[in-house]
């Protein structure tokens, strides 16, 4: 479930400098204010993953539903619920775990991922960009995040993520690919309300 938080990172032959470039900090601005202004937001995404040798380590597709700063997440049997100020995450087996969205802060959640509001956790600069998309390389501000870098291509005649690629500190590579993305669905409230009636009743919940 470690590689769910992650989705995001980059290829380590890009070297950048800590700033905040004027031009990525203009489009990453317009993808923030397409995601506030949505009132429901679904996305699928395709992740592959690569070992630091290259070996493939296997295809994942994600289904995630976001509203403002709640969000649910699911990846075959296992399931990541924040109803904006908790998190639950469910195994896909027996085990739910809990824990408050500010002990996530090294790594970055899916709402962090889409928003485009980056502007406290990264340095950025823009590598190249036509009338059709940009792609941007991002930095952790911060150290000790559980990522070593992050590039991201957008789709600038949407003001959507398109894909990103992610170096984490084992040097394993994930791609991310949006497959599609709805910025104007209907999600009801409950849905990011935790209701234990709907988990097998083996389940056990740890804080």
Known sequence: MRLLY???????????????DGQAKAILDQIGTKVRAAKGILVNIELVSKNSSGKALGTKTINLKMKGDKYLLKQGATEILCDGAIIYNFDGVNTISKSNVSESDQ??????????????????????????????VMMPIDKRKNFQKVTLVIDKLK??????TILDKSNNITFVKVVSINFGAVLADQLFLFNRAKYPKNVEIFD
């Open 6 to 20: 992650i989705i995001l990172a980059f290829l380590p032959v890009v070297s950048v400098t800590a700033q905040k």
């Open 107 to 136: 790594t970055l959640s899916p709402q962090k991922l889409l928003s485009g509001n980056y502007d406290k956790e990264f340095n950025f600069s823009l590598l190249s960009q036509n009338n059709n998309s940009a792609s941007i």
């Open 159 to 164: 003001s959507a993520l398109s894909s990103a």
